[in-house]
């Protein structure tokens, strides 16, 4: 009798573990699909920002059938940089930037949810060059006739490289973050078409899903990029950590000597470094950021 009833007990333990682990698997699921997306309301950017005493002004565009998101914040008479977020991301990656009274005086700053992220149709994503088309128009929708420079992280970098190359007459400077530009050095990672086409991608939050399905196009976007380079013709600065383990430094050097026609090449290596630089050398960035009218 005390065996039957201690089997009875044991069987009754393991459907509780079970019936636990699967309500902590559906939450979890549920909550990665509608919480972890990565972004910031724009009321609560406007707020954060209001209580630094900066206006922030937040706007949606429909081009070529995509919603594009961005924040701005400076005069619409002054040169333009713009910021491009890396995968995934938002453009509240640059938020600190936007915020900065010293780069205000001189520019006006603007900081795009690429396709697919933020509130720019959030879950569609697009290949590099389709992504090039829409942020290259909303650059067109922006132009005041000053000069626009283009600040790109991970994998912000290829874009607006492709940016460049496709719109010479409006960019005029580049500054690239720890850019994800060379083909060769992208790891084959099979697990990755296992998390887009299993039933095992609903298990992954929903911004990490569609950062996965970009990423995993990523190579061949790279390999088709390589005749791009020689078409940028405006100022670039590359930084880089050498000690980035998501895109390691070669990427630098690689991009360095593919930008043939480039009317300047600057390479500022950060020693012992991570691959997020955006945030931990800010003051750096900022010092580049500062110089981008000065004559290269």
């Known amino acids: 009798m005390l065996n039957s009833i201690t089997v009875g007990q044991k069987e009754k333990t393991k459907k509780k573990i079970f019936m636990v682990m699967g309500i902590v698997i559906a939450a979890w699921a549920l909550l990665g699909q509608f919480f972890m997306q990565d972004r910031i309301s724009d009321k609560e950017a406007k707020k954060e920002f209001d209580a630094k005493g900066i206006a922030l002004t937040t706007t949606t565009v429909k081009i070529n059938s995509v919603s ?12 333009t940089i713009v910021f491009v977020h890396g995968s995934p991301g938002s453009w509240s990656a640059f938020k600190r930037y936007l915020q900065d009274t010293d780069l205000l005086k001189h520019y006006r700053l603007i900081a795009i949810d690429r396709p697919g992220f933020g509130y720019s149709d959030f879950g569609e994503t697009a290949g590099l060059s389709q992504q090039a088309a829409v942020v290259g128009a909303l650059l067109h929708q922006i132009d005041n006739t000053k000069p626009i420079y283009l600040v790109g992280h991970s994998y912000g970098g290829p874009l607006i ?108 290596t950060l020693h012992n470094e991570n691959h997020f630089i955006v945030w931990t050398q800010y003051e750096a960035i900022k010092t580049v950021l500062s110089t981008l009218q000065t004559p290269q």
């Not at 929903?206 to 976007?221: C, G």
């Open 161 to 268: 490289i492709k940016l460049a190359a496709e719109n010479t007459t409006i960019i005029k400077g580049l500054v690239i973050l720890s850019g994800a530009v060379d083909p060769g050095q992208e790891k084959k990672e099979l697990w990755r078409p296992v998390l887009i086409y299993s039933p095992l991608r609903w298990l992954v939050p929903s911004v990490l899903r569609y950062s996965n399905e970009e990423l995993w196009w990523l190579k061949k976007n790279l390999v088709k990029l390589k005749d791009d380079f020689p078409k940028v013709i405006c100022p670039v600065t590359i930084m880089h950590g050498d000690k980035d383990v998501l895109v390691p430094y070669a990427n630098a050097g690689y991009a360095q000597r593919r930008l043939i026609n480039a009317a300047s090449v600057k390479m500022v």
């Open 68 to 79: 594009m998101h961005y924040a701005k914040t400076g005069s619409d008479t002054m040169p």
